[in-house]
């Protein structure tokens, strides 16, 4: 059974709910995990979703944050957060089984600047959702953990290394704490199809990012080995960066072939 999992950090659900449709009905992906929504629960566009035939499962936030993802088929077993004790406000995680599969939505904190409380934040995070996998998820399940995780994680992910090596995006520690969620035991999708770099799915809105291609890779679809053994294909969808009104991420599709 063929089925597409994608991710897409939509940069307000409702500044971009034009795009977002669009987006469902030419790519027709069976899963969608959707990061920043910025919309409280009760304002997220279920009506318009749905009449294009998908489902919805929303943790959301007023004006920052949140995270959903869009359904062919009904969403099992929801989760949402971390739940490990720690009082955190901020809208980031959202799971839930699909047939054959389950997935998890994260927005890892962007972390502003190197050293600041908001870095801190970040660091301390992604170490919160290795031991939420080490707690709830097993390795040898078929999961992919999809989203916006504001790290690059190889010099292969990032226009000019050296101009992003001492930001949050692209610094080594933030590296080293996504390589410790990897080490779960989760696959880069992408990688197993593009092992070339110079593809990325973010952009900064400024100085002309875009048309220049400085970009950075870090937006991702993750699996388990049993899944990703399933992966038939892997694309960034650089297109939809184009035109009016685009978020400044692109989004990342994943097809598996499941039993």
């Given amino acids: 059974m063929r089925t597409t999992v994608m991710t897409w950090n939509v940069n307000s659900v409702r500044a971009r709910l034009d795009r977002l449709l669009a987006l469902l009905q030419r790519h027709q992906p069976d899963v969608l995990c959707l990061q920043e929504l910025k919309v409280a629960d009760a304002d997220f566009p279920f009506g318009p979703v749905g009449e294009l035939g998908y489902r919805a499962v929303v943790y959301g936030q007023k004006t920052y944050n949140g995270v959903a993802i869009l359904s062919k088929e009904e969403a099992r077993e929801v989760e949402v957060g971390l739940d490990d004790g720690v009082e955190d406000p901020q809208a980031r995680l959202i799971s839930a089984r699909f047939p054959g599969l389950r997935v998890v939505s994260v927005y890892v904190p962007n972390g502003a600047t190197v050293g600041s409380e908001k870095w801190a934040y970040k660091l301390e995070w992604l170490a919160r959702l290795r031991s939420w996998l080490d707690r709830r998820r097993v390795p040898g399940e078929p999961l992919a953990v999809c989203g916006d995780f504001n790290v690059a994680p190889e010099e292969r992910d990032v226009h000019d290394p050296r101009a992003w090596e001492e930001t949050v995006l692209f610094h080594p520690q933030a590296r080293a704490a996504l390589a410790d ?48 053994a399933r992966c038939t294909g892997a694309e960034i969808d650089r297109a939809e960066r184009k035109g009016k009104l685009p978020s400044d991420h692109a989004p990342v599709i994943a097809t598996f072939d499941l039993p």
Avoid: N, Q
């Avoid at 110079?198 to 970009?215: I, Q």
């Fill in 181 to 228: 969620v990897l080490a779960f035991g989760l696959v880069d999708t992408y990688r197993l199809h593009h092992p070339e770099g110079g593809r990325y799915s973010w952009w900064d809105y400024r100085m002309l990012a875009f048309p220049k291609d400085d970009g950075l890779r870090i937006d991702h679809v993750f699996a388990t080995p049993p899944l990703a």
